[in-house]
């Protein structure tokens, strides 16, 4: 991938201190997804969830180098993308049982937690609705003559949903600093990829928008942090959008 002078964007290599950094911090969202999975089969939570256990890698390898200027749009399955993100686990937890102290005073719960203050716009219930959020977010940004970046966490279910295929066209017509990044778990709630979409591979569809795409393994921190940083590099150079799909 070259900028439009045609130099290379730079390969992004981290300290080992933040690298510890991360690693503890993936551990932490293993742990949180744990303890709210016994909290709710134990019917101390009320309402829905959904778990991010074993897309640890994804989340905090997107987020390592995004700062709280850079914002976020989440999924039902968000709860690793907001601890990445730099959210406190115990006001989520608070929110899990409908207190006053989390996130969203109580009354998000699992699905909706949002921290506007360290770019968090918020998970959602709804299938592909952080696909639209996130391109708003992106042309703010660009009509506010700032450097920030938008990154859109979304599933395998809603590349299938119209709000997807509207939102990645109008990201690549106007250039827009946003990044798609697809975790495919192979299963649209009980639906699988390979009975719902005519794809092999989701991030083929980004060639439909003129937008570069590529497939990495979700589990391997490194490979997803190294296309994420250069889809990153991307966007904050003005070159428009990017798809990596995990």
Not at 201 to 228: K, L
């Amino acid at each position: 991938m070259t900028r439009p002078d045609n130099r290379p964007f730079a390969i992004r290599t981290y300290a080992p201190d933040r690298l510890r950094a991360a690693l503890k911090r993936m551990y932490l969202i293993r742990r949180f997804e744990e303890g709210a999975e016994d909290s709710y089969t134990r019917g101390l939570i009320h309402g829905t969830m959904h778990l991010s256990i074993g897309q640890e890698a994804s989340a905090m390898a997107t987020c390592i180098e995004l700062t709280d200027n850079d914002k976020i749009t989440s999924t039902h399955r968000g709860h690793g993308h907001c601890i990445a993100k730099g959210a406190d686990v115990g006001r989520m937890f608070a929110e899990f049982f409908g207190k006053e102290t989390g996130y969203c005073r109580g009354r998000g719960g699992s699905i909706h937690i949002a921290d506007v203050k360290t770019g968090n716009l918020g998970a959602n219930g709804i299938v592909g609705g952080g696909l639209p959020i996130a391109v708003g977010a992106a042309l703010s940004a660009r009509r506010l003559g700032k450097s920030d970046v938008t990154v859109c966490f979304f599933g395998d279910g809603a590349n299938n949903e119209g709000a997807f295929h509207e939102s990645l066209d109008m990201a690549s017509v106007w250039k827009l600093p946003v990044v798609f990044v697809c975790e495919n778990n192979g299963y649209g709630m009980s639906t699988s990829t390979a009975r719902s979409t005519a794809v092999a591979n989701i991030a083929d569809r980004a060639a439909a928008y003129a937008m570069p795409g590529i497939t990495v393994d979700g589990n391997d921190f490194s490979a997803v942090a190294e296309a994420v940083h250069i889809a990153i590099a991307r966007a904050r150079a003005g070159d428009g959008p990017r798809w990596s799909r995990t």
